[in-house]
């Protein structure tokens, strides 16, 4: 046994060396490290960084309703989130620009919105002098371009109109008028 026991100790005392020889120094304070002590190319501008680039959302999509022809296009665009009801009203103002289309819009110039807000699931847009100077079915399209926009909105149900804060009768798709609130289904005809 006794044999033995100098082999142990030296081998005990071989690894103790090597792992102080392997260990990282206790450094109290930051070094600074000259660009040629980076090892493996690490500061090479050539080599893709490691971790995958975190990109953060700057859009978001909402659906718009269009004019074309006599009825709506739906059309998804990208918006900034997060996307309130006056936002998705703003961006009717004008059309995207698409090869070879024929979209329009029905409430941009001038615009005949004044406010929209969202009370208890029903979208209440309150409207301008501006609608009343549309004629024929230039109303009911502008009408029926807010109501398809509007519904499409998570949480939105039917939708409410009123001029300068007063309840306003509006066209629904069969040539009605009504002061009730409306729906998609109303213009479900236009959808095309």
Do not use: K
């Not at 490290?33 to 190319?41: E, L, Q, R």
């Not at 090869?99 to 029903?122: H, K, M, N, Q």
Request: charged share 20%; net charge negative; aromatic share 2%.
């Amino acid at each position: 046994m006794s044999r033995r026991r100098p082999a142990h100790w030296l081998l005990v005392c071989l690894l103790v060396a090597m792992s102080a020889a392997c260990s990282v120094q206790d450094e109290r304070r930051a070094q600074t490290v000259h660009d040629d002590a980076v090892p493996f190319g690490l500061l090479d501008p050539d080599i893709p960084p490691l971790l995958p680039r975190v990109t953060t959302v700057v859009s978001e999509a909402a659906s718009l309703c269009f004019v074309r022809g006599g009825g709506l296009a739906v059309v998804e665009a990208q918006l900034e989130p997060p996307i309130e009801l006056a936002d998705v009203i703003n961006a009717l103002a004008e059309p995207p620009e698409t090869a070879g289309s024929s979209l329009r819009t029905a409430v941009g110039d001038p615009p005949v919105v004044r406010e929209v807000r969202l009370v208890a699931g029903v979208a209440r847009v309150d409207l301008l002098p501006a609608i009343t100077a549309l004629v024929g079915d230039e109303q009911l399209l502008a009408v029926a371009q807010l109501v398809c926009t509007l519904t499409a909105r998570p949480g939105v149900g039917p939708v409410s109109f009123t001029l300068e804060g007063s309840p306003v009768d509006v066209p629904r798709g069969d040539g009605s008028l009504t002061s009730d609130p409306v729906s998609r289904d109303d213009y479900a005809g236009l959808l095309g």
